[in-house]
């Protein structure tokens, strides 16, 4: 599993809290402030702003006392499920044992009171486990624990039902959360964790109904894993793995180490909506070899700088942008709330480039390129069919490769300041292309076929957009560079009734 950045020749209350977000008038007036600017008071401030919980334990709470170690898990497990458990204020510890954790029974409920923390000192390496559903977690700050590479500390079992509300998880090793089916996070503050604020991945698979609503989701990925383990696809503010159903709506996603929302390998049927994602260092949105999203009403500005920088200057002239959108597409064939990626009333502001459509030629169910390896497309369950002769026809030429199709991009607003970036060039890009296929010798994609398909053949539009600043468009190839009217000129004939800027900056 894995990002395909490299162009490769070779291969349920309502929430008391808003974001500051396009309103869908792609009209309305420029806002810049600078990159360190206080954002608006409508932004959820989660981590300045916490939600402080009950003062008192609810009646019939079972206390819990941080001068003793150990006393969580001990009253968890000895009493009976749908308890609530009350931690008073100051800093409770587990046992010191690396695996010592919490495992929670059926509705339990873990309330913290005003300071309440569960510190893991950097000697357990999970907060709460097991497999029991519907637990809570409220009004805690959760930090100090040591969950290894591709783990993570609260419901590190990714037992389903869970509701996380309200809750700082920081400064831990691994990711912040885990993720089961029908998890509800709302309201947190996961901050500076070691390599996500949330991991939604399920090893048994098919996460479903995922909510992730009004957090506050910064400085991500403090280990810095894309350097540690070079294209591991394994970093950033929050990763999805194979989730069938997500609203990610109301958040405020910034400041991580990469990139901000990446959803990876046979994800289906996402909102993203009303979100703040800003000053990642990666892209603001990855969606990638998954099927059918919306992405709408969201305010993304000044991503991406500082990796769309270091290719541009290691010399790669792949697009690299801040909304990347890697062999996914519409598909009516899978059932979703849209049979389209549709990508409409955004603001992006002074990104590193705005927006790619990339289908690496190399990449398909069964060939060595497929960074997603052992899997296959949601309409080719196994693998093995993807074989010589029956992959080079109908249908399973069409459903062994992850496609990027019927992809809808419009009444968008793109703002770019190329002074306000600090670039000359290759910051000004828009991008639909594939790379030249090659391999395996086997593969029946070789040549310009998909380059071809996902730029002419695929219902990939632009339209009803609006640019200010200087704008280029990678077609067909990283190699075929077009100014605003070959791009709108025969044969590619995009962005229709988009409005581009005057030839005097107007």
């Known amino acids: 599993m894995g990002i395909e950045w490299r162009y490769r020749a070779r291969s349920a209350a309502p929430l008391a809290l808003t974001v500051l977000v396009a309103t869908g008038c792609v009209g309305a007036p420029d806002a810049r402030p600078g990159p360190t600017?206080?954002?608006?008071?409508?932004?959820?401030?989660?981590c300045a702003e916490p939600v402080a919980g009950p003062a008192e334990p609810p009646a019939g709470a079972v206390r819990i006392?941080?001068?003793?170690?150990?006393?969580?898990?001990?009253?968890?497990?000895?009493?009976?499920?749908?308890?609530?458990?009350?931690?008073?204020?100051?800093?409770?510890?587990?046992e010191p044992d690396r695996y010592a954790q919490v495992i929670p029974k059926e509705g339990n409920d873990y309330l913290g009171a005003p300071g309440a923390v569960l510190d893991g000192g950097r000697a357990s390496q999970y907060a709460f486990g097991g497999t029991a559903r519907d637990v809570t977690v409220r009004h805690l700050t959760v930090q100090g624990f040591a969950a290894p590479h591709n783990e993570g500390v609260v419901n590190h079992d990714s037992a389903d039902g869970w509701v996380i509300e309200h809750t700082t998880v920081q400064n831990n090793s691994g990711a912040g959360l885990m993720a089961g089916a029908r998890q509800v996070v709302r309201a947190n503050c996961l901050r500076n964790n070691g390599q996500y604020g949330m991991n939604a991945y399920q090893a048994a698979g098919g996460?479903?109904?995922?909510v992730v609503e009004g957090n506050e989701i910064v400085g991500n990925n403090t280990d810095d894993w894309e350097r540690r383990q070079p294209e591991c696809g394994c970093s950033g503010g929050v990763k999805f793995w194979a989730v069938n159903g997500a609203d990610v709506r109301g958040n405020w996603v910034h400041d991580n180490r990469g990139a901000g929302l990446w959803a990876d390998t046979n994800n289906n049927d996402f909102r993203i909506e009303d979100n703040l994602l800003e000053d990642n260092d990666g892209a603001a949105l990855i969606y990638e070899t998954s099927y059918?999203?919306?992405v709408r009403r969201n305010t993304i500005r000044r991503n991406n700088l500082v990796e769309g920088?270091?290719?541009?200057?290691?010399?790669?002239?792949?697009?690299?942008?801040?909304?990347?959108?890697?062999?996914?597409?519409?598909?009516?064939?899978?059932?979703?709330?849209?049979?389209?990626?549709?990508?409409?009333?955004?603001?992006?502001?002074?990104?590193?480039?705005?927006?790619?459509?990339?289908e690496n030629a190399d990449r398909f169910c069964n060939s060595p390129a497929n960074t997603s390896s052992g899997e296959c497309t949601l309409l080719v369950k196994d693998v093995d069919r993807c074989v010589q002769p029956a992959i080079a026809r109908a249908p399973l030429y069409a459903d062994c490769r992850w496609k990027t199709q019927r992809v809808d991009i419009h009444d968008n607003r793109f703002v770019l300041d190329k002074s306000a970036v600090g670039c000359t060039e290759k910051c000004d890009r828009m991008g639909v292309l594939a790379n030249y296929g090659t391999y395996p010798d086997w593969s029946p994609y070789q040549g310009h076929r998909v380059a071809e398909a996902i730029t002419g053949a695929q219902g990939n539009r632009w339209r009803n957009n609006v640019y200010r600043g200087t704008w280029k468009f990678v077609v067909h190839d990283p190699?075929?560079?077009?100014?605003?009217?070959?791009?709108?000129?025969?044969?590619?004939?995009?962005?229709?009734?988009?409005?581009?800027?005057?030839?005097?900056?107007?």
């Open 37 to 46: 600017a206080a954002p608006s008071a409508s932004v959820a401030r989660v």
């Open 65 to 94: 006392d941080p001068a003793v170690p150990g006393d969580l898990a001990a009253k968890t497990m000895s009493s009976p499920p749908h308890t609530t458990f009350w931690l008073g204020p100051g800093t409770h510890r587990l």
């Open 207 to 210: 996460i479903g109904g995922l």
């Open 292 to 294: 059918n999203a919306v």
């Open 309 to 358: 920088r270091r290719y541009a200057e290691a010399g790669d002239d792949f697009p690299f942008a801040t909304v990347y959108v890697s062999e996914s597409g519409g598909e009516p064939r899978i059932p979703a709330r849209t049979d389209r990626i549709e990508i409409y009333r955004n603001v992006l502001e002074d990104n590193w480039s705005g927006i790619t459509l990339w």
């Open 479 to 506: 190699s075929r560079v077009l100014d605003a009217e070959e791009w709108r000129g025969a044969p590619y004939r995009q962005d229709a009734g988009s409005t581009f800027p005057t030839r005097d900056g107007g």
